[in-house]
């Protein structure tokens, strides 16, 4: 069985009452009377009324009411409302959750057919409604919620398959009204959003075993190829052609060769301007190396690629969707073993920027592959340059797994990352790259050194990387405790989240807002 299937969304435009489908999904605020739906209550013969009254439904978040439809006209057969909270307080990115959280609900109930209600609360100050926003967010919900995780277990399923979606835009009559195509479109991109984000989970729950570099690297080919990007797979001679000394290190305690992959997304009618460069880790397992790690929780380590997996599935997106940019895609992919030809402490380095590098812990091997990397990316014209990585156990203290690590220079182009993952679902939080953190990585007989010990872990990590960033534009996303959900959320089950891959999509549609 796939991962998840994606049929497409359909989207209905007007009243409830003649959506004929099993489920029908109604965000619910806090406070809301039953009578604020013509007729809904009646239709329920009072059972959302006396839910209310009981204290049964109370519209907090995430909650669910469901009730049949036994009024005649009303074409749904049962109702769910979903606690949306207070109205002020919603959301695009609560409408993204509540639709995620609906559609699990129906998979567990074996529902084949839900509607979802767009419904924008007054959340805008400007008034206005974002009706089209909504939309996207809401497709975007709803295709998460087709993902499994279970492609390995061969008993019976908890949740059945995903139903068909519909979205249903109510009519809005105080609201300026935005075109159906619009909303349409809107919806065809959370659409493609959606789904690069699944396909990007479904990456960074492979095993070690079967997604090793090579499979990493064929399987992108795959998923990027049939987007119209085109891919470039470097094999070991090819990256050592390049000079990638600290790739190779981390590669050479592996008897799995390593790949470099390279997508690029041209639009011909974006010849001059800027080019975007997508930089992902793909460790696709971190034993740590010789500096081993404990054998407790070491099996997450298989998602040690899931920066390089929201590279993979945001170049297919970004071509999917035409963004008006030339974008590159690059995800260094080895394993990073113990082993007789492993690297080993003390030992040095060259990159291919010829920086020379002291390993003080083989563990810290995510900024190593990464560096050669972004230089890479220098060397194929990018003009602004955006990491995603795994990069540090540290994130989970100081950020927990709500927030990734955001780091970078100039402060415009950090914040700008930062504003584009806030709308696509993905939080950040900056934190400091002070010139004084540099001094952690002196060496005494090299440039530097890859590991600065237990302070100020994740910065300093970055601080290595911006070593090869050559004062470019550059943000770095530090994904280590938000790419694995540890606890089930509502909208959220346990195992990869797919963080970051509609940020990168939705960056390289920001291009006109860029400096
Ligand atoms: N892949 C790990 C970071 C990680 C840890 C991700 C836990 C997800 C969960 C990375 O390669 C690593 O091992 N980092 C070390 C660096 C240290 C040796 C300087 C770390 O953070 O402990
Ligand atoms: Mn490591
Ligand atoms: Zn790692």
Redesign the pocket.
Known sequence: MPAFQTPPIACRFGALLAVAVELLVLPWFEGQTASSFDGLDAATAGEIERALASGEFTGRPYELFVTPLVAPGWSARRVALIGAGKEPAFTAGLARRLATAAGLAARARRVGTLGFVMRPGQAAPSGDVDVAGFSQSIAEGLVLSEFSGTTYQTTEPTLGPAPAFTIVIPDLRDSSPESPARIEGAIARGYVLGEASNLARALSNEPGNTLTPREFAARATRLVSESGATVEVLDETQIAALGMGMLLGVAKGSSEPPRLMVFRHNPPEAKSGPVLALVG?G?TF?T?GI?I?SAD?ME??K??MAGGAAVVCAMRAIAKLNAPIRVIGIVPATE?MPGGRAMKPGDILTSAEGKTVEV??T????RLVLGDALWYARQLGATHLVDVA???????VALGRTTSGLFGTPDWWVEQVRRTGDRAGDRMWQLPLFDDYREQLKSEIADMI????RPA??I??AMFLKEFTGGLPWAHIDI??T??ADDAKPFMPKGATGVAVRTLVELAFSSDTWK
Request: aromatic share 2%; net charge negative; hydrophobic share 35%.
């Open positions: 880790k460790i971190d740590g500096s790690k929780g997450k380590m998602d040690d990073n003080i812990n563990d810290a091997e995510g795994t990069l540090t156990g540290g994130m989970l890859n590991s600065a010990g872990t994740s300093t990590a280590a405790a790419a694995w």
